[in-house]
């Protein structure tokens, strides 16, 4: 690795920030025809695709969204900065819901797109800042993510919010870009060490990381100063279902992260844990910053597979994205007997007992939807009892 100099990395990360399309007044906006568009009812400049109600973003789902901020009553947690929720308006609750991390130098609203593009499809998003942009580590921004988490908890008992009693307090994705990429990985592994059960997967947008070993990692001398960073298995064990995105030329552009960007955090997850790596063809570090229909698409899908609980999503899941010049994943797709509801090639009680699990949790799964009806209820316990009977 070359030398390091946390300084240096640091500054590097200034060529970017971005402002936001909602920051931009009618002249400028019109400069950035790429990215942004005037909408003249609403008299503000519009991420290209955006939707929904407030917050303004690539909101291409199918729920108009709104949002709570701190001025709404919304926590203000003390280990992030300027929270943002973003819900859907008339979904599908109960809420599953993901927290999301900024780059360096960001604040909460440089991840406003993503904020909306996930509630504009059904789940609850919330944006944090970390409390200093400059100089809050990896893992502040991974503590910062798990304190957003006890927000949307507190929101969801909080009378009068918006959100009151429609969040699933089982269910949690922590994600962010660059360092709130890499900050994701700390909040799982935060997540294992205390026990919390509910953080179920992280996505990783361009994720950096920074692990700090003197006993694990070289050491290495700067300007008097002795570092011991590196990334090894042993420092990034954890468990939780990860998509990662990273660039094919992202090294490039960060060399001093050498050894410790998407790739490399993909190979050195314990190879248990179910993973995928989309690594965008000629791309840098900003292939996944920002929503395209390739990285959007595979986010779903594995939203639909690890948090919905959606078998039907697995092949979608290890089909090539056609803008990939490198997409590997360790994930498996079983081919159920209909009516084995719990994959143990046996059709019996235990499937039922599986279903009506399904049923009470509200959630769906296809090998329980027997009759194909899009809802899985009473009919389909009918069609396995039927199987079961002969």
């Known amino acids: 690795m070359k030398n390091f100099n946390i300084v240096s990395i ?11 399309c909602y920051e931009l007044d009618y002249a400028t906006c019109l400069e950035w025809p790429t990215y942004c568009e005037w ?27 709104a949002t709570i901020t701190e001025s709404d009553g919304l926590r203000n947690g003390p280990l992030y900065r300027d929270g943002v929720l973003y819900y859907p308006v008339e979904g599908n609750p109960p809420y599953k819901n993901i927290v999301l991390s900024p780059g360096f130098g960001g604040n909460s609203s440089s991840m406003s797109s993503w904020g909306a593009f996930f509630a504009s499809h059904g789940f609850v998003a919330m944006t944090v800042g970390p409390n200093d942009e400059i100089m809050d580590s990896h893992y502040q921004r991974g503590e910062g993510l798990i304190d957003g ?29 660059s360092m709130g990429g890499g900050a ?33 990692c070289p050491a ?21 279902p ?30 248990e844990t179910e993973k995928i790596l989309f690594e965008g063809a000629n791309s840098g570090h ?12 595979k986010i779903l899908s594995f939203m639909n597979y690890f948090i919905l609980n959606d078998d039907s999503y697995c092949e979608s899941l290890q089909e090539i994205p056609s803008s990939s010049s490198q997409y590997i994943t360790n994930i498996t797709c079983s081919s159920s007997i ?42 389909d316990i009918v069609q396995i009892v039927n199987i079961i009977l002969g």
């Open 338 to 379: 209909p009516g084995d509801i719990n994959d143990d090639s046996l059709i019996n009680v235990q499937d039922i007992v599986s279903i009506v699990n399904i049923i009470l949790n509200g959630q769906y799964n296809t090998s329980a939807d027997m009759n194909g009806d899009g809802a899985v209820n009473i009919l």
């Open 286 to 297: 900003g292939f996944a910053e920002l929503s395209n229909a390739e990285v959007s698409d």
């Open 220 to 240: 290495e001398t700067h300007e008097g100063e002795v570092y011991c960073i590196c990334l090894v298995p042993e420092l990034i064990d954890h468990s939780l």
């Open 184 to 216: 994701s990985h700390d909040a799982a592994l935060i997540a294992q060490e205390n026990g919390l059960d509910y953080i179920k997967a992280v996505v990783s947008l361009n994720p950096t990381v920074l692990f700090e070993d003197c006993d694990l």
């Open 10 to 20: 640091i500054f590097i990360f200034f060529s970017y920030i971005h402002t936001e």
């Open 242 to 271: 990860s998509l990662i995105f990273a660039g094919e030329v992202e090294i490039n552009e960060l060399e001093a992260y050498e050894g410790l960007l998407g790739q490399d955090i993909y190979a050195n997850l314990p190879l």
């Open 149 to 177: 988490v006890e927000t949307i908890i507190q929101e969801n008992n909080r009378l009068g919010s918006p959100v009151y009693g429609l969040i699933d307090e089982n269910s949690f994705t922590v994600s962010g870009y």
């Open 39 to 65: 909408n003249d009812e609403t008299n503000q400049c519009d991420e290209i695709g955006g939707g929904g109600t407030g917050g303004g973003g690539s909101a291409d789902g199918p729920y108009d969204f």
